[in-house]
Structures are given as structure tokens and as C-alpha cells.
């Protein structure tokens, strides 16, 4: 029997980089499991726990394996994926496609199946895999395609997340590649101006994106309030608005959803912005609908993305720097009006139904600022 099909929605969870970076250990990942079940996060579908770079020695053993630095994972990553697993939760680590990784740790280039071997035997469940220190002469197609064969052959379910930073044309390949999901643009930072940027670059490449291969916009910065793990990272920080909007963004834009804050430590904002299950349940509708483009203006837009049930999901942005009145007509939708037919708007921030409207529906926008609503088509005759 080979394995199943995985990750058909966009994943969720947590990743350790953005707040962390190399100061991470078991301690660190057994605290951030607690916290994430006690909180509700795993309830709300967060269910990869991901460690990112930094986690091994410098070099590999006598034997050419990975080995986990012991002075921050002293019992190993088989007992912390243990640990993981047994509080519910899936189990994730990373690696590189080049010799050594982003930050200078052993990479798995031409240890493709060692690896995969022995991430498949500590019981990992989700592999990062970063695009640094490639050989000469190798482009990303084929190393990504090698590590996307030695997963599924692993004996394990292991996803398989390509950290591409959308380079060597990733979108005509990923699809193939065995990838789950693939990082589409360079890091994120804590700042609306990465926010922005991150989801202006995406509006054009939504129709690359599926069930079973996600574009992934890179880990939230939601909560991080500018305590980023390095000062790339920091930013500055920014408004629960903007936090909500990127929020917003990138559940439909179909992202992965990777928490990236300290969850041992969430404000109620926070907690409200990522436990928002109306849009939740849009991110993780099982169709994956790409969202199309309404409307497009030089600092708003509108997106809209179809549901499994029949709903519509529109979204409203506003990147602008203050207030903006934003309207979709429904003849762009789709929907004329000799149809008969017209929506019931609901509010999946506010989380209050808004009526039935024909035709056209328009609304003000705070600076920065989103809306989300969740639409059934109704007879209007
Ligand atoms: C970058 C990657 C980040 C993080 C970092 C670790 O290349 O895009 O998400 O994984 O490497 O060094």
C-alpha cells in the first residue's frame, strides 16, 4: 500500500522562525504545544508544530546523519515528536535543497533519501525544505522534484513544503514537483509595507494554486507586535487593523496558515484575529477555489472566491492610507441582475448579517483595513 493523499486544504499551524530564529529548543516546543492546546489553537485547526533552521550540529555524524544539536533538543527529535504527537498535534521539521541551509546548518543535498529516511524514523510528519546554497548547475526543478521522490517513498505521510521564495519560475513546476505547498515570495517581516507587498505580488498568481499544492505567502506575522527573532524580522511591528487585514488576505488568498508569534503569550486581539472561524472556514473550504479580482483600484481591490456550499466569499482591501469607500457589483461576479437574484451578506469579521442586497454593494473601508463576507445567493423577485 502507498500512501495517501495529503494535505488537499492549506495547512495550519505554527512555524518557530519568525519570533525565534536560532533560539529555539525542546523546551521552547513543548511550552508552545501547551500553549496551543490549552489556548484552543489546535481546536481552530492549528495542527503542525514546525521547527524550523538551526535545530542540528553543524555537521552531520561519522555516518553522514543528521544529528539534533543536544544541547537544545537533549532528549532528540524522536522523543519531542513524541511529545507532539501524544497532545495531538503533527509533527514538523526542516531542511535545505542546497549543501547547508539558510543559516549555515548541514543541507540535504545528495542525502535526499538518508533524510527523508530519518525524518520518516523520528516520526515527522511535514518538511520544510529551503531553496539556499544550491551546487552550480543545479536549478530548483530538479532538486526539489529529488526530495519530493525520496518523501513520498519514505514510508511515512510527510508533507512536503517547498520554501521556492517563488524563484526559477516555481509556478510552471511546483504542481509536479510532489510539493504541498511552496513559499511564492522572499521573507516576510513584521511591518504593513511586507504585508502589503507579499499580497500584491500574489493577485495575478492565485490561478497556480490548488487543492493539494498551496501557494504559501509565508508564516503569519499576526500577534508579533515587532518581537521578531532578528531585525530583518522586527520591522517595527504592527496595528491589530493591519494585523487583521493580513489576516484576512491570506485566508482568501487560500494561504497555509503558520502562526509565527510567541503563542505562550497572545493578546486577546490576537486571539480574536486567529481564531476567527468564519474565515477559517473560508481558507479550509475543501474546493480551493483560486479568488478572482473584482475590482482593482490603485489602493483597494476586491476579491472573490467561491465556496463548496454555493456561498460567495468577497473581500474587501483597502492599502491606502485612509478610509476608502469599496464597492463590488455583483454583474462582475456573475451575477446580473436578470438573474433575480441577489446576496445575503454576512460580516465574517464583525460577525453580523447585513441583509439581502441587489445588485451592487459597497461599504467604507478603514485605512489599511479589510472586510470579509460570507454571501448566499437568494431569489430577490
Ligand atoms: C529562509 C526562509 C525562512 C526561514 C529561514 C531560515 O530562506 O525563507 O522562512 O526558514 O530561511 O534560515
Redesign the pocket.
Known amino acids: 500500500m502507498g500512501r495517501k493523499a495529503l494535505c488537499e486544504i492549506p495547512p495550519m499551524g505554527w512555524n518557530s ?1 519568525n519570533t525565534f ?1 536560532e533560539n529555539i529548543s525542546e523546551d521552547l516546543i513543548k511550552q508552545t504545544v501547551d500553549a496551543m492546546k490549552e489556548q484552543g489553537l489546535l481546536e481552530a485547526g492549528y495542527e503542525y508544530v514546525v521547527i ?3 535545530w542540528s550540529l553543524r555537521e552531520r555524524d561519522s555516518e553522514g546523519r543528521l544529528v539534533a544539536d543536544p544541547e537544545k533538543f537533549p532528549n532528540g527529535m524522536k522523543a519531542l515528536a513524541d511529545y507532539v504527537h501524544e497532545k495531538g498535534f503533527k509533527f514538523g521539521m ?1 531542511s535545505c535543497c542546497g549543501t547547508r ?3 549555515g546548518y548541514p543541507g540535504s543535498f545528495e542525502h535526499e533519501f538518508e533524510d527523508a529516511a530519518q525524518f520518516a524514523e523520528w516520526g515527522v510528519d511535514y518538511l ?1 525544505y ?3 546554497y544550491k551546487p552550480q548547475n543545479h536549478d530548483g526543478k530538479t532538486l526539489y522534484r529529488r526530495m519530493g521522490i525520496a518523501l513520498a517513498n519514505s514510508g511515512r505521510d510527510i508533507v512536503f513544503s517547498a ?1 521556492q ?1 517563488g524563484t526559477d519560475s516555481v509556478y510552471d513546476w511546483i504542481g509536479s514537483s510532489g510539493a504541498h505547498l511552496f ?1 511564492s515570495t ?2 516576510i517581516n513584521d511591518s504593513w509595507n511586507s504585508i502589503r507587498d507579499i499580497a500584491h505580488s500574489q493577485l495575478d498568481k492565485q490561478a497556480f494554486s490548488g487543492a493539494y499544492c498551496h501557494n504559501d505567502m ?2 503569519l506575522v499576526v500577534g508579533m507586535y515587532g518581537k521578531g527573532g532578528n531585525s530583518y524580522i522586527s520591522a517595527g511591528g504592527c496595528t491589530d487593523e493591519e494585523y487583521q487585514t493580513h489576516f484576512s488576505l491570506w485566508a482568501m488568498m487560500n494561504s497555509p496558515l503558520m502562526i509565527g508569534c510567541d503563542v505562550r503569550n497572545l493578546t486577546d486581539a490576537t486571539k480574536k484575529i486567529l481564531m476567527n472561524q468564519d474565515l477559517i472556514a473560508i481558507n479550509q473550504d475543501k474546493e480551493c477555489r483560486a479568488p478572482f479580482l473584482c475590482s482593482e483600484n490603485p489602493e483597494s481591490f476586491v476579491l472573490v472566491k467561491f465556496l463548496s456550499n454555493g456561498d460567495i466569499a468577497v473581500g474587501m482591501f483597502n492599502m491606502g492610507d485612509t478610509a476608502a469607500g469599496v464597492a463590488v457589483n455583483f454583474w462582475d461576479i456573475g451575477l446580473n441582475a436578470g438573474s433575480g437574484r441577489g446576496l445575503e451578506f454576512y460580516d465574517c469579521i464583525e460577525h453580523q448579517n447585513l441583509g439581502i442586497k441587489k445588485e451592487i454593494f459597497s461599504s467604507t473601508v478603514a485605512a489599511h483595513g479589510s472586510k470579509i463576507y460570507r454571501c448566499k445567493v437568494v431569489s430577490v423577485k
Open positions: 522562525w530564529t524550523d533552521d538551526c526542516y541551509t539558510c543559516a520544510k529551503d531553496n539556499c520554501c521564495w513559499r522572499g521573507d509565508d508564516m
